[in-house]
């Protein structure tokens, strides 16, 4: 169904606006100092979530379990492919391509408000000190606005030898909706941590870290 919303937005005249509102935040998955993946967590907003809990919630009991799951999954998920997942990560301004998606989940929050949570697999590994890594989520057409969230966007899973952080700003660079909009990036930057116990391991105030 999601994917039916983003292809009724293709070609829309310039006084069109969003009619699907996400709420996004990501968390970078490292593997040997390296990226490997990104675990996104999506959030709609009521009314989208409304129509997504009519189609799917055979049961009614705000739940999507089993069955249930795995028809969100593949009538209102799995065709987000053709569009990268509304997912834009660039190494160098270039667009990186993922493998796949893994581990999806549909869920009811208390508020009636539709989640996804799935994890996006790179085809190959990024190295954060080496490259410039940025991270971008939106609907080009913009018929879906897609929002990264005010507490901890980005957090940061498996740095383990790494202290990691980043900063927002809009992207100038990559507008899109008739060039009227400039989508929200994250700019990543990572160092070589050294620990020190007078400064809680080498973390500073800023740093986001998720331990296993």
């Not at 209102?76 to 997942?85: G, K, M």
């Not at 992207?171 to 116990?197: G, H, M, T, W």
């Not at 007078?198 to 998720?210: I, K, Q, R």
Request: some cysteine.
């Amino acid at each position: 169904m999601l994917a039916s919303v983003l292809w009724a937005g293709s070609g829309m005249p310039a006084s069109a606006h969003p009619h699907v509102w996400i709420d996004a935040d990501a968390q970078m998955v490292f593997e040997d100092d390296k990226i490997t993946a990104i675990r996104l967590h999506w959030v709609f907003d009521d009314l989208f979530s409304l129509t997504l809990i009519d189609q799917f919630d055979k049961n009614h009991d705000l739940r999507f379990f089993d069955a249930e799951n795995t028809d969100v999954h593949d009538n209102a998920f799995a065709l987000l492919s053709e569009v990268s997942w509304l997912t834009h990560l660039r190494r160098n301004e270039e667009i990186v391509t993922f493998s796949g998606a893994t581990d999806f989940k549909a869920d009811i929050t208390d508020d009636r408000r539709v989640s996804y949570d799935f994890t996006l697999t790179l085809k190959e590994p990024l190295d954060p000190i080496k490259d410039a890594i940025a991270l971008s989520v939106y609907d080009a057409e913009f018929y879906i606005d897609v929002a990264f969230t005010q507490v901890d966007p980005i957090l940061f899973r498996g740095n383990r030898h790494l202290k990691c952080h980043y900063e927002m700003s809009e992207d100038e660079k990559n507008r899109i909706y008739f060039d009227l909009v400039s989508p929200i990036r994250a700019d990543l930057a990572c160092e070589k941590q050294v620990a020190d116990a007078s400064t809680n391991h080498g973390l500073s105030a800023g740093d986001f870290v998720s331990a296993e």
